[in-house]
């Protein structure tokens, strides 16, 4: 012991001891008070976002019969629309048959499937696709040469073709008497049963 409590009296120790006690105990009341405050202070925003999503919760509507049977019949024009395995090789005989129409030069095409995993998130370029059910898809690079106009008529005769094109890229150069033009886009295909 220090030598300052050994010139207390055992009263006084008694004293001190009740003293050093009872602040401890003070400055774990407010401890507890201030960890009750924020823990209310939890609770009540636990409470109003709870009560929030109950208030949406009520507000959704359950469709009706003639929205399920719309839904229905978009889905199936939708996987009409799809591309399908078998139909891949026509498609690319179109392409070719649009880009000789239009008098393109020198017409190269690359392919690539890309397969959307459904238990990942999907990356950005692939939110659209996965989005709409679609979980296959080609990603067609196309280059070639060719006037402007015919380029024009490409594009064109490529958009009135009945499948879901998306283009993800349209570069074209010049490169005197023609352009050179490089396109990339997706082909949404349907699931094989």
């Known amino acids: 012991m220090p030598a300052t409590l050994r010139s207390l009296t055992t009263q006084q120790r008694r004293i001190l001891k009740f003293l050093v006690g009872l602040v401890l105990a003070l400055a774990l009341a407010v401890y507890l008070i201030y960890d ?69 030069e020198r017409l190269g095409i690359n392919t690539e499937e890309t397969v959307l995993d459904p238990a990942r998130s999907p990356a950005p370029d692939d939110v659209i696709p996965a989005g709409i059910g679609v979980r296959r898809y080609l990603v067609v690079t196309l ?30 150069r010049r490169s005197p008497p023609k352009v050179d033009v490089t396109i990339v886009m997706n082909v949404y295909k349907r699931e094989t049963a």
């Open 36 to 104: 009750l405050n924020s823990q209310r202070a939890t609770v009540d925003r636990l409470r109003q976002e709870v009560e929030r999503k109950e208030r949406d919760a009520q507000t959704v509507q359950v469709p009706t019969p003639e929205e399920q049977n719309r839904w229905a019949e978009q889905e199936r024009r939708v996987n009409e629309l799809l591309l399908p395995e078998q139909a891949v090789p026509l498609f690319f005989e179109e392409i070719t048959r649009i880009a000789n129409e239009n008098g393109l």
């Open 143 to 172: 280059k070639f040469q060719g006037d402007y106009q015919n380029v024009a008529g490409f594009l064109g005769g490529v958009s009135k073709l009945e499948r879901p094109i998306e283009y993800r890229l349209v570069d074209i």
